[in-house]
């Protein structure tokens, strides 16, 4: 639950963020089993890679499910800001 945790950290900090927005992505992705480009990960920082790793191992696990929901929410508002590239 902790990379959960952290990446809900890191989407509330700084939602425009590059690496929150990929992990927003990533999490509408996985909840709504929509297709990813997994290619992406590579253009995170090591840190960042490696909490998208953890992301992914922890969603697997049902207990979790709460905290899912929130970071789920967090990242559905997130999406909705705009693009940083397209500025």
């Known amino acids: 639950m ?3 945790r952290e990446a809900r950290k890191l989407i509330e900090a700084n ?3 590059p690496s929150a927005q990929f992990l927003s992505r990533l999490v509408i992705a996985l909840e709504t089993d929509a297709d990813f480009p ?5 253009q995170l920082n090591f840190e960042h890679f490696h ?18 929901g929130r970071l789920m929410d967090l990242s559905l508002q997130a999406g909705t800001l705009p693009d ?3 500025h």
């Open 2 to 4: 902790r990379a959960i």
């Open 15 to 17: 939602p425009a963020d």
């Open 38 to 42: 997994i290619s992406q990960l590579y």
């Open 51 to 68: 909490l998208a790793l953890e992301v992914l191992r922890e969603w697997r696990l049902d207990r979790y499910y709460a905290g899912k």
């Open 84 to 86: 940083p590239k397209e």
